[in-house]
């Protein structure tokens, strides 16, 4: 009890001590850069620069270095021609056709053998046809003859005529001498007026028949030249019918139309043609001009008249352009400006150049794939520290295989994207 009295006793003074004792111990304040907003502001600063360093820009797109190609731009001379391949091929082709339908009875050449003009080439049989040659053969003599008598009958319409003008000039002539005789013996008193005026109306009479016969004469002459000529007319027509008539059988005879070789002649015994088949044809041989298929971007610029060589330098002249465009292209022929080179064969290719335009200097850079993705309307122009590439505008001219035109947009001595870049949408290449 009194124990714990003078534990309770001693408490207070126990409490007054420590208080005494233990003091509070102010903290010194912490620096504004280190507190938690700010280091938190910090980091996500430090991740936003991050980000903006390592992501690509807004309509920019990020390529290694190594999947694209750059090139310089440059002042250089710039050689206007384009080179194509051309084909060679017959200068002229004359086609083979049938005439008159029929089945072949016989081939006279080969296929590839050399034909002269008009040569028989094969014969073909047709009984109906040779029938009605016939028939109209026969209908067309006839004819013939039916105007060779009405000529004969003209002719001797026109003898006639003449024999009785004749006879009248004879017999005005014996009454004029019988008229003279008998005015003598008037003269002479022998024979009264009577006597002689007989002889004088038998004269008079035999002068104005003879002006009768010979109006009569002239007038038939007349309608006998205009019978004549229509009758030569018919004549003739019936003859050029009946040489048409039988040159229809002419016509089972297959001729060449040309001189030259005959090719693509693929007839066979017992085949049936129709009239206006084709049966071959003739290509001149020596003779020959190059086909080129052009791309249709040069067909404003490819035009008749324009000069042309082969590898070997064979001059050539543009003498044809067919404009119609299929599948992207459209044809050209060309033509020696002297005599072929020798050993040409129909179907051989050749490299050949079409100058488009003469040589000068330009703003030129290298064609690639740059041209397909953009047109030619725009490029990715390099920066100088050569890490990013910037799309430009630019405009384009003439083109050969290796430089094109740059007419706007560059300078020389810049340097562009010449890989294909279509399948780039910004305008910004970032290059690793």
Do not use: C
């Not at 104005?208 to 016969?213: G, M, V």
């Not at 004549?235 to 030259?260: C, I």
């Not at 001219?397 to 890989?419: D, F, H, K, M, Y």
């Amino acid at each position: 009890m009194m124990t714990e009295q003078h534990q309770g006793a001693s408490t207070p003074s126990s409490i007054g001590q420590g208080t005494s004792m233990d003091r509070r111990i102010a903290r010194s304040a912490r620096p504004w850069w280190r507190g938690r907003a700010v280091l938190t502001a910090a980091v996500i600063l430090l991740g936003a620069l991050t980000l903006w360093r390592w992501l690509p820009a807004s309509g920019s797109t990020n390529i290694a270095a190594a999947d694209i190609e750059t090139a310089a731009v440059a002042r250089n001379a710039f050689d206007d021609y384009l080179p194509v391949r051309a084909t060679v091929a017959p200068r002229v082709t004359t086609l083979v056709g049938v005439l008159a339908g029929g089945q072949v009875e016989r081939l006279l050449v080969q296929d590839g053998a050399m034909v002269a003009m008009g040569q028989p080439l094969a014969t073909l049989a047709n009984p109906e046809l040779r029938l009605d040659v016939l028939t109209r053969e026969a209908q067309i003599a006839s004819q013939l003859g039916s105007v060779a008598g009405e000529g004969l009958g003209i002719e001797r319409s026109s003898l006639d005529r003449a024999a009785q003008v004749s006879q009248a000039e004879y017999d005005l002539i014996k009454a004029r001498r019988d008229l003279s005789v008998r005015q003598q013996l008037h003269d002479k008193g022998f024979l009264s007026d009577a006597g002689v005026r007989s002889f004088q109306e038998e004269a008079d009479y035999q002068q104005r028949r003879l002006a009768q016969l010979r109006a009569g004469r002239a007038a038939e002459a007349r309608i006998t030249a205009t019978q004549s000529a229509r009758l030569a007319d018919t004549r003739e027509r019936l003859s050029g019918n009946l040489a048409a008539v039988r040159g229809g059988l002419e016509a089972l005879t297959v001729r060449a139309p040309a001189g030259g070789r005959l090719t693509n002649f693929t007839l066979q015994p017992g085949q049936t043609l129709r009239a206006g088949d084709p049966a071959g044809q003739v290509d001149s041989e020596g003779s020959w001009k190059l086909e080129a298929d052009v791309d249709e971007y040069y067909l404003g610029r490819v035009a008749v008249g324009q000069r042309a060589r082969t590898g070997d330098r064979t001059a050539l002249t543009v003498s044809k352009v067919l404009p119609a465009v299929k599948d992207g292209r459209f044809r050209v022929e060309l033509t020696f400006a002297r005599a072929a080179p020798a050993g040409l064969n129909r179907g051989q290719t050749l490299d050949i150049r079409i100058t488009l335009g003469s040589t000068a200097i330009a703003t030129v850079a290298p064609v690639g794939g740059w041209l397909e993705s953009g047109g030619g309307s725009s490029a990715f122009v390099l920066d100088a520290d050569g890490d990013h590439a910037r799309r430009r505008r630019i405009r384009t001219g003439r083109r050969n295989p290796e430089q094109v035109e740059i007419l706007s947009g560059l300078r020389a001595g810049e340097r562009i994207v010449t890989t294909n870049t279509a399948s780039v949408k910004g305008d910004i290449l970032n290059i690793d």
